[in-house]
């Protein structure tokens, strides 16, 4: 699980993250797949280890897979693999 995290670590350092300013009222971060077209085998990497290593957790009325580490929660919207766009992140309450 250590290289898991390591190399989670180099990834979520590595990407820009922006604030979701359209849902202040749930605040989190997000970032886009596009806007680091060079990383887009360890996006990918990034959205598979979430889904297999990540807890569910119930958001309003759906489940979604939970990475937690370092503090912060990452998690996508289900879409299959390649059609995955975004990552969601937001502080560990």
């Not at 670590?9 to 820009?16: D, F, K, P």
């Not at 596009?34 to 990918?44: S, V």
């Not at 580490?69 to 390649?82: E, L």
Request: cysteine-free; aromatic content about 16%; glycine content about 4%.
């Amino acid at each position: 699980m250590n290289e898991i995290m390591e190399r989670a670590r180099s990834y979520i350092s590595t990407v820009r993250w922006q604030f979701a300013k359209t849902m202040p009222e749930t605040p989190h971060e997000y970032t886009v797949s596009k806007w680091n077209p060079n990383l887009r085998d360890e996006f990918e990497w990034f959205v598979n280890a979430i889904r297999q290593h990540g807890k569910g957790e119930r958001f309003f009325n759906k489940t979604f897979m939970y990475f937690a580490i370092d503090g912060k929660k990452y998690w996508t919207m289900g879409a299959p693999i390649k059609e995955t766009i975004l990552i969601n992140r937001t502080d560990i309450e």
